[in-house]
């Protein structure tokens, strides 16, 4: 387990490519919203995608927030420190 691990802690979960990441992502999102229906205004639930392409290749990483810790090692995310969420796109859950 990675030393970032503590109540403040991001979890990130490296999706692969596109095409690999779509069913992993849709399943996500929808135990997401199952859990934290009105997530919207609270900043502590939220996913965060960051997608690196170098133009013909294409990974993407799934960021979990703090309070998605439980919904994070489901999908055994490994803890992070905090990612620079101006380069990433906003998922699900508050900004």
Request: net charge negative.
């Amino acid at each position: 387990m990675a030393r970032f691990e503590d109540g403040n802690s991001w979890w990130l979960l490296p999706l692969g490519d596109a095409i690999q990441a779509s069913p992993v992502l849709q399943t996500v999102q929808e135990l997401f919203a199952e859990r934290w229906p009105l997530a919207g205004h609270d900043a502590a639930q939220s996913l965060w995608l960051h997608t690196d392409s170098d133009g013909l290749h294409c990974l993407q990483t799934l960021y979990f927030s703090p309070g998605c810790r439980a919904l994070a090692e489901q999908f055994h995310a490994v803890a992070c420190p905090p990612p620079n969420r101006a380069v990433l796109q906003h998922l699900a859950g508050g900004m």
